[in-house]
């Protein structure tokens, strides 16, 4: 059973919904309402949420630049309009997240962005539209963004609408409840609980087949989700561990419970059929990662609230829906 509690309001249609709460004003982009957007030109990273930051590698000082962009290709637009368009968040610590100290966008994703815009335009020009797991696919389809960076799990079902490189970071679901629960441990754990979850995300058909009999609740945002979990609306959260690591840090009542229980692959989204661009990102990403570049994008990311070495990222290619 799925349901929207009401209380909390679900996003209009055609309004996106964001993962996080906004930490700073951004101008607006038309898109069957107002998107959010923020130009970024920024080639250092700050510990995400930390205003003013810290010093970080300049990443983009010694990215690759493409050799070679066929004429009329994709890229070739991209690198005349010197911008590259990411539909993506600006709310998202570690992820892709605007500092409101330094306004840059900082985190995983957004570092990622830079690094394929200086491969494409020589320079890591970027502009983020705002996007939301109800929007991703429009906005790619009809040219809103050139590539989406924002946790996208890549399923099968995604890959009949858009186009995946990658993967290029490996995630998995993991419940959180609220601090001091000890009824929760496990999947399992969920059988007959009322579980929230974002609406129209992986851990809907994950929290099925773990837990039938749970009853799922829904949001259209993850401080919506959070917030239902301190309300007690529901008595677990199943979400995505790169953006539940974040929220845990920050609000000590939140409490993640166990390791990942689910394998969800990112790609980076692309335009459907567009087989060339798809390629030419593949290759980008094979280059950032035997240069030592991805290890050092996750170190100034997810690696400044995990602990140890860089993991290995996923073979590119790998994932159901991204060969």
Same mark, same amino acid.
């Given at each position: ?65 493409? /050799? %070679?962009? &066929? #004429?009329?290709?994709?890229?070739? +637009? ?9 539909? $993506? !968040? ?108 974002? /609406? %129209?995300? &992986? #851990?809907?058909?994950?929290?099925? +087949? ?9 949001? $259209? !945002? ?102």
């Amino acid at each position: 059973m799925v349901r929207t509690l009401p209380g909390l309001r679900r996003p209009a249609p055609g309004r996106p919904a964001l993962r996080r709460t906004a930490v700073a004003a951004v101008a607006a982009l038309s898109f069957a309402g107002l998107a959010a957007c923020s130009s970024d030109d920024s080639s250092s990273s700050a510990v995400p949420g930390a205003p003013g930051g810290g010093d970080k590698e300049d990443l983009t000082a010694s990215a690759p630049v493409a /050799a %070679n962009i &066929p #004429a009329g290709s994709t890229m070739d +637009k991209i690198k005349k309009r010197g911008q590259l368009i990411v539909g $993506g !968040s600006l709310d998202a610590p570690l992820l892709s997240q605007q500092n409101p100290g330094t306004k840059k966008v900082e985190g995983l994703d957004a570092d990622f962005g830079r690094l394929l815009a200086k491969y494409i335009i020589g320079k890591p020009e970027v502009k983020i539209v705002n996007s939301a797991s109800e929007t991703r696919e429009a906005l790619l389809s009809n040219g809103t963004v050139d590539v989406v960076f924002q946790t996208y799990s890549i399923t099968p079902e995604r890959a009949k609408q858009v186009a995946f490189a990658g993967p290029y970071y490996s995630s998995g679901l993991v419940i959180a409840t609220k601090k001091g629960e000890t009824g929760i441990l496990k999947p399992e754990d969920l059988k007959g609980k009322t579980v929230i979850a974002g /609406a %129209n995300t &992986p #851990a809907i058909p994950a929290i099925k +087949k773990a837990a039938p009999d749970a009853k799922i609740v829904t949001f $259209g !945002s993850d401080p919506e989700c959070v917030q239902a979990l301190k309300q007690g609306r529901g008595q677990a959260y199943v979400q995505d561990e790169a953006v539940l690591l974040a929220s845990a840090k920050q609000d000590p009542t939140i409490q993640i419970q166990g390791k990942p229980f689910t394998s969800d692959p990112y790609g980076i989204g692309l335009k459907h059929g567009d087989t060339q661009m798809k390629q030419f990102v593949n290759d980008w990403l094979k280059s950032i990662e035997t240069s030592g570049l991805w290890a050092k994008v996750w170190k100034n990311s997810i690696g400044t609230v995990v602990q140890g070495e860089a993991p290995q990222p996923p073979a590119i290619g790998s994932a159901p829906g991204s060969e």
